[in-house]
């Protein structure tokens, strides 16, 4: 399935978006947070916020990093890979002290 390369033209305040897009920056996170995204992996130094993107803009960034594709409907699908969710055939079950007579 071929990537379009349209982007759906949105009229920031017919919608309600904000008008005004403020341009990627610094990630913003400070003490707990940062600590908590970098001992999860992430490269602190390399992750930028985009705060009121317009949504051409998102659907652009999705397309152009993320894989994501548009439909001919305009919208956005991204594709989450193998593995998503529980098998409908998984049928574990923790024993739990605190909710032993909670299973049915």
Same mark, same amino acid.
Request: glycine content about 8%; proline content about 7%.
């Given at each position: 399935?071929?990537?379009?390369? $349209?982007?759906?033209?949105?009229?920031?305040?017919?919608?309600?978006?904000?008008?005004?897009?403020?341009?990627?920056? #610094?990630?913003?996170?400070?003490? +707990?947070?940062?600590?908590?995204?970098? #001992?999860?992996?992430?490269?602190?130094?390399?992750?930028?916020?985009?705060?009121?993107?317009? /949504? $051409?803009?998102?659907?652009? #960034? $999705? /397309?152009?990093?993320?894989?994501?594709?548009?439909?001919?409907?305009?919208?956005?699908?991204?594709?989450?890979?193998?593995?998503?969710?529980?098998?409908?055939? #998984?049928?574990?079950? /923790?024993?739990?002290?605190?909710? +032993?007579?909670?299973?049915?």
């Amino acid at each position: 399935m071929p990537h379009l390369l $349209a982007t759906p033209h949105v009229t920031p305040h017919i919608f309600g978006y904000p008008g005004k897009y403020e341009e990627p920056q #610094d990630n913003g996170l400070i003490g +707990k947070d940062l600590e908590y995204f970098s #001992d999860a992996g992430f490269d602190m130094s390399k992750i930028h916020l985009k705060r009121n993107a317009p /949504v $051409a803009q998102l659907y652009e #960034d $999705a /397309v152009r990093y993320e894989g994501a594709i548009i439909s001919s409907s305009g919208a956005l699908i991204n594709f989450s890979g193998k593995k998503t969710g529980r098998s409908p055939k #998984d049928k574990r079950i /923790v024993y739990e002290e605190t909710s +032993k007579d909670d299973i049915w």
